[in-house]
């Protein structure tokens, strides 16, 4: 049960005490007696500094009350169940399943939630749409970034209604019944990304059960038990198992996806969980793609003789993946071939070059994050998709620093000229999203002409 404001202060030491450690003034702790509530920014210092819980704070969500393991509220046909014993009631759409447990975040795109669901960076996660109207254009054959679906479930607020776009080719429902995956509808999602945003991305099972019946305990305690993706290698279980050509460009209207049949350079692609769209966008800029699995070494990847080298995004922690993919990628760079490198790339570049990464309270995940160049002052609007992070204290001489994200400072671009590599934390790409940061394909190309 939450605690009142009084507690708190009374806890941190009295109103001078409190309103120093927090960094406010004993005004605003007026505010928060008389109102009694404090605003959610506040939450995080509260609970690193008293050893309270978020279940705690005044103004929590309060929980529904456990249920019969075998009975569910009425009308409540599908739930997400988080460790903590948060229990969020709504109606299943999809496969009738239980998810493995996963990490639940929030997207906050407007557009492309079908490139979203195929994003292999996913892998691993349950995502949140903060975006109410997803399933309204269907699905169909050509927007995929994967095969299948990369991620364990996804979650919505108002029920899917029927598509309505002519290249709609499947109702969302039945392409997740077709792909084994669940969703949940009916759900206040505001109140779902306030407590991710406020108290960081739990574990969470989606269970939608043919018959009805729900054993939350058992479903608490596996949501509960689940490592999380700190330490967790994913790239082996989304990655190619074999080597392969790819030539497909870019959708263009009205004529769909082309062919590079002149390409000036060979790329080899090493697949760490990589978007078709990717491979689509190096092909328009006038590549050979060859991709590889993420378990290539440098002499696997050598051996193909290519111009320049692409390390793709992915999911899990980079440095889980790191212990085989940072002696394959210093291979790659001694042999001094130009290297370019997206999210999971970009950070597996960071190790091989002698920095450190670390796991962000939140993650960027939403095709409107704001970048800045630092070179030009540029600001783009770029797609993301990342848990983790390059630690810029922990780069070594020589390595630029050439990104910021102007909503938390993170790196989100790197650059090592005597190496002839650059990486960025974003998706340049746009799938979905802008196309600010196309300019970065072209730029891998020049690097390969010898211009850079």
Not at 11 to 33: F, I, N, S
Not at 115 to 133: C, K, N, R, V, W
Not at 155 to 180: F, H, I, M, Y
Not at 329 to 356: M, S, W
Request: one cysteine or more.
């Amino acid at each position: 049960m939450p605690t009142t404001v009084d507690h708190i202060i009374d806890r941190l030491g009295g109103a001078e005490a409190a309103a120093r450690r927090l960094g406010v003034g004993t005004e605003a702790l007026r505010k928060w007696r008389q109102n009694g509530n404090i605003p959610t920014r506040h939450w995080p210092a509260l609970i690193q500094a008293t050893g309270l819980s978020l279940a705690d704070m005044p103004g929590a969500p309060q929980e529904i009350p456990m249920q019969d393991p075998n009975s569910a509220p009425q009308g409540a046909t599908a739930c997400l169940v988080l460790g903590d014993g948060a229990v969020f009631w709504g109606r299943g759409f999809g496969a009738h399943t239980t998810s493995e447990p996963a990490e639940v975040c929030f997207n906050t795109g407007m557009t492309g939630y079908q490139e979203t669901l195929t994003d292999p960076s996913y892998a691993g996660q349950i995502i949140t749409f903060t975006f109410p109207h997803i399933g309204n254009v269907g699905t169909n054959g050509e927007d995929l970034e994967a095969a299948g679906i990369a991620a364990r479930g996804l979650v919505v607020k108002q029920d899917v209604t029927e598509p309505s776009n002519w290249r709609s080719a499947q109702k969302l429902d039945a392409w997740l019944r077709a792909q084994g995956i669940a969703g949940l509808s009916g759900v206040d999602t505001r109140a779902l990304t306030a407590r991710i945003r406020d108290g960081g991305a739990p574990n969470g099972i989606l269970c939608h059960p043919a018959d009805g019946r729900f054993d939350l305990p058992r479903l608490i305690e596996q949501a509960k038990a689940w490592p999380g993706l700190e330490g967790m290698d994913l790239a082996k279980t989304v990655s190619c198992t074999q080597s392969y050509s790819w030539d497909e460009t870019e959708w263009v209207w009205p004529t769909g996806h082309g062919r590079q049949v002149a390409p000036r350079h060979h790329v080899v692609a090493v697949d760490y969980g990589a978007k078709r769209n990717i491979l689509r966008c190096l092909a328009a800029a006038g590549c050979r793609v060859t991709v590889v699995p993420a378990t290539a070494t440098a002499e696997d990847i050598l051996r193909h003789n290519p111009d320049g080298v692409f390390l793709s995004n992915g999911p899990g922690d980079p440095a889980a993946t790191g212990t085989y993919a940072v002696p394959a990628i210093q291979g790659v760079l001694a042999a001094n071939k130009p290297v370019f490198g997206i999210c999971l790339g970009h950070q597996l570049l960071g190790l091989a070059l002698g920095g450190r990464t670390y796991k962000l309270a939140r993650g960027h995940r939403g095709a409107n994050q704001p970048v800045q160049e630092l070179a030009t002052g540029r600001v783009e609007i770029t797609s993301q998709n990342h848990g983790f992070a390059v630690d810029e204290a922990s780069l070594p001489a020589g390595v630029t620093v050439t990104h910021k994200s102007l909503f938390d400072s993170s790196n989100e671009g790197i650059a090592c000229p005597d190496k002839r590599a650059f990486s960025v934390q974003y998706h340049p790409e746009a799938s979905p999203g802008p196309t600010d940061s196309h300019y970065l394909f072209h730029r891998f190309v020049a690097m390969m002409d010898g211009e850079s």
